[in-house]
């Protein structure tokens, strides 16, 4: 048994030193504190000028995207008015997409990268609650009602168009669509009760790699007097990382004659406005830490390498420590922001599966 031991541990250090790639991350690309798509257009006495001015705005609107994607609305107020000099100090890079400069004017699309530690240390110092950690996709079933006729995957949806052609990923909650595949159509169509349905919900949330199913239901219907179009919204989400399911419904109404392709993407807008917002409520946490004593399961070293690479990425987990190790568990001591809950939202986030009672945490099958 000794001797098996020793082989495992030689085999442990062998593993990390000649194979360093398996530590890194393959999810590097979607970075929280990366803002892209920065608009900026200024006209000034001259076109360096100019250019100076805009690199000063992307920032300013940068850190305040940032701030929007992290904070609910009541903590938000509390940075609304923090001074430029404070946001340069949390810049670590600016990239340009595209430029285009004349005499006096600068146009152009920017990336502002912004430094995650000095951010966070901002926001504890000041006692602002946040949260950072990004949430696994969710697979969205646009559904579209008018004139009794229920759509889904037919091509003639039009409120699952406005979702396929408009994505966006830039969220703490990315939205995925689908392109209607057979498995899809075996899982849920339109005409089932979702109540009767969840197990098939949860594997089609599955199939897709998300943690769950957004189905967002737009009614289109006219007044009395055919004066007025009103677009009735019902959106729920049917979480299967540990999350609870949320509810949504609004209304927009418009003359007739107003009526435009805006109004779908409006109503995209509100959408992904509760979606981000609900994320945020449930795992917004205060700076103060918790320590919390964690049994971790694994099958081999691979495993185990894979598993502390995905604890050490996660962003609500301040560090942890290895007290034991054996062939096939390791007792850690894990300091962490939030509570126990969101702990486990956000280990399934990294496709880990923590059990609240025992405090057993495993790769997720």
Excluded at 152 to 171: A, D, F, H
Aim: aromatic letters at 12%; charged letters at 25%.
């Amino acid at each position: 048994m000794k001797y098996n031991f020793i082989t495992f541990l030689i085999i442990f250090f062998l593993v990390i030193f000649i194979n360093p790639n398996i530590l890194i991350s393959a999810t590097s690309e979607d970075k929280i504190f990366q803002v892209k798509n920065i608009s900026v257009e200024i006209e000034s006495t001259s076109s360096p000028k100019a250019k100076e001015i805009a690199l000063l705005e992307a920032q300013e609107k940068g850190f305040k995207n940032l701030m929007k994607k992290m904070l609910l609305e009541t903590e938000y107020e509390k940075i609304e008015n923090i001074n430029i000099e404070k946001i340069l100090e949390f810049v670590d890079a600016i990239e340009i997409q595209n430029e285009k400069t004349t005499d006096r004017k600068y146009i152009g699309n920017l990336t502002v990268i912004f430094n995650e530690e000095k951010v966070l240390r901002y926001l504890n110092r000041n006692e602002i609650k946040y949260t950072s950690l990004r949430s696994k996709p969710l697979l969205i079933l646009p559904i579209y009602k008018f004139a009794g006729v229920t759509y889904l995957w037919e091509k003639k949806n039009i409120w699952r168009n406005v979702w396929v052609k408009n994505s966006n990923n830039e969220g703490l909650i990315p939205i995925k669509s689908s392109d209607g595949k057979f498995t899809d159509f075996i899982y849920f169509n339109q005409d089932q009760a979702v109540k009767k349905n969840l197990t098939n919900l949860e594997l089609l949330a599955k199939s897709h790699n998300t943690s769950g199913v957004l189905i967002a239901i737009l009614k289109k219907k006219y007044s009395r007097d055919k004066s007025k179009i009103i677009f009735n919204l019902n959106s729920s989400i049917y979480r299967f990382d540990g999350g609870e399911t949320n509810t949504f419904e609004d209304a927009i109404e418009i003359y007739t004659n107003e009526y435009s392709d805006n109004i779908l993407n409006d109503a995209k807008v509100r959408v992904e406005k509760f979606i981000n917002q609900q994320w945020k409520t449930a795992n917004t946490a205060s700076s103060q830490k918790k320590l919390e004593k964690i049994t971790v399961f694994f099958n081999d070293l691979n495993d185990w390498i894979n598993i502390k690479r995905l604890i050490g990425d996660i962003s609500i987990i301040d560090k942890f420590n290895v007290r034991r190790f054996s062939h096939n568990k390791a007792i850690i001591f894990l300091s962490f922001s939030g509570n126990l809950k969101q702990l486990k939202v956000a280990f399934k986030q990294s496709d880990l599966d923590f059990d609240l009672n025992s405090k057993k945490l495993i790769l997720a099958k």
